[in-house]
């Protein structure tokens, strides 16, 4: 109970209230449905609202902030918890992740939430913590080393698994759930370059695994903590029981599997003089630089694991349904792939894939793999906008709302349109990218806390993309198949995303046309 902040257990006072309060919060949400904006009621707030739409939440913040005019709006939750405040407005984006970071922090809440699972690791912490991890780890990010590393990881579990599973799925005319198997293609690349360690998750035969499925169990777990509309968990996690009990027993697993492989490298690491043998993953890298705490290792070990399990999964998903559905992206999208190297051995060549690379951004405007992020007020503030922030009061910013906001991208805001991004240089005459306003498009956040990995994300997606695309066509197994958003601590579809593969044409590829 140490970890969890007191503050969170007042709510469980409220308890009997609730209970009591159960009639008029049945009537009340029987007459809220379809309402823009929630209606607030004594001590409870909003909560009727939240509750109504707890299934999808994004879209109906995005409702809200559409129909607000600063795209900021308060939500009042049951006394005594401050408001939040959600926001699209890349003014106040600009200011909670750059100008005045200093103020917005995971904060208490936040920490007490995911403690057990990422522990002090560099996405739970804050202040000197939070400093030092970054510090060590932007340092690590920026050797050529570690990106031919990347590189390398990537390209051997495209090869070895990732196309065999497609061949296998084409061949035998099978249906693929490619959310989960692209899930289990970034866990694969993720543990190794974190940690050295292969989980070899990804099969033709796609069989589970015991540390793969604790991890998922334990992230989707934590998710429900930080989104639900009720604070039993906490009691739960007293009393040891339900999902709680189960959350403790993944966490264990995880971790402890965590701690004994990065033993068995300290060990390793401790028996070998030569510096240069100690291995090109994070964790060799940490270890070498001297770190000995072994539980802080792990806290940062899991975090990096957790950051790039589902961001870069969850965004190849979404892209390959809106390329399916735009004939005329996918065949420009082919007519470049076709002209480069299929391996893409270096980040310099995945940089010529210029429109692939804005098709990506476009894809991950409209269904950012994060789609909501929160910070906690240290002080009290304005936004730029006016809106007045009290001190412990939590703050979001919610990019799939900013996707999809006429006043940030125009009236055609709801197609896919990759050339939003691209423009001429007027020296040259070629296409080139745009610069991307962050806190506009705060996909990879902003600021100091800005993604340590998204150009290894963007390598690593391109390199599935042109490999994928110039061999196989993916199309939906279900004609007129539309995926429904769930927003968990990443975007998912619901339900998965069941797939035909069929082998390309070699002139289709190199035509750049589709069948």
Not at 65 to 78: G, I
Not at 355 to 377: F, G, I, N, W
Request: aromatic residues 10%.
């Amino acid at each position: 109970m140490s970890s969890v902040d007191l503050n969170l257990l007042i709510p469980i006072l409220l308890i009997p209230l609730l209970s009591i309060l159960t009639i008029i919060f049945l009537a009340a949400a029987k007459n809220g449905r379809g309402a823009i904006q929630p209606k607030s009621y004594p001590l409870i707030g909003m909560e009727i609202s939240r509750y109504i739409h707890r299934h999808n939440r994004m879209q109906w913040a995005t409702d809200i902030l559409k129909s607000t005019p600063s795209l900021t709006f308060t939500m009042h939750r049951f006394f005594p918890i401050p408001p939040v405040i959600d926001t699209a407005n890349p003014a106040n984006v600009n200011h909670i992740l750059s100008t005045n970071f200093h103020n917005y922090q995971k904060g208490p809440r936040f920490r007490a939430i995911f403690h057990d699972l990422l522990g002090d690791g560099i996405f739970n912490a804050d202040g000197e913590n939070w400093k030092f991890q970054r510090q060590v780890a932007s340092r690590e990010f920026s050797t050529k080393s570690l990106r031919r590393f990347m590189a390398t990881v990537v390209e051997d579990e495209q090869r070895d698994r990732l196309m065999p599973v497609l061949a296998s799925a084409a061949q035998t005319d099978s249906v693929l759930d490619l959310q989960d198997v692209l899930q289990r293609f970034t866990f694969d690349n993720i543990c190794q370059i974190a940690f050295g360690y292969d989980p070899a998750y990804l099969s033709v035969h796609l069989t589970r695994t015991q540390f793969a499925d604790a991890f998922e169990r334990a992230t989707f777990a934590t998710s429900e903590r930080y989104y639900s509309v009720n604070p039993m968990w906490i009691v739960k996690k007293f009393l040891h029981i339900g999902s709680e009990k189960k959350l403790r027993a993944d966490v264990n697993h995880v971790r402890n599997l965590a701690l004994t492989i990065i033993k068995q490298k300290k060990t390793k690491l401790d028996s070998n003089s030569n510096i240069d043998d100690a291995g090109d993953d994070l964790l060799s890298r940490f270890l070498s630089s001297g770190h000995s705490d072994l539980s802080f290792v792990v806290d940062i070990v899991i975090s990096f694991v957790l950051a790039g399990r589902d961001t870069t999964s969850a965004a190849l998903t979404w892209f390959f349904w809106l390329v399916q559905n735009n004939p005329r992206v996918e065949s420009e999208i082919l007519k470049e792939v076709s002209k480069q190297n299929p391996d893409l051995n270096s980040f310099e060549e995945a940089r010529e894939l210029i429109y692939t690379h804005a098709a990506l951004c476009e894809s991950m405007r409209l269904y950012p793999p994060v789609p909501a992020d929160v910070k906690q007020a240290v002080n009290d503030d304005v936004l730029p906008d006016g809106t007045k922030v009290r001190k412990g009061m939590v703050v979001a910013y919610i990019p799939y709302a900013m996707g999809r906001m006429e006043e940030l991208w125009g009236a055609d805001w709801e197609e896919f349109k990759p050339e939003r991004w691209l423009q001429k240089d007027e020296v040259t005459n070629r296409v080139k990218l745009v610069g991307i306003d962050w806190c506009k498009y705060p996909v990879f956040q902003a600021g100091p806390r800005i993604c340590l990995g998204k150009d290894m994300a963007f390598l690593q997606m391109k390199r599935v993309v042109a490999r994928v695309m110039k061999e196989f066509k993916v199309t939906p197994a279900v004609e007129g198949f539309e995926p429904a958003f769930e927003a968990h601590l990443t975007a998912k579809m619901r339900g998965g995303f069941p797939v035909k593969v069929e082998r390309r044409k070699i002139e289709d590829a190199v035509n750049g046309s589709t069948f």
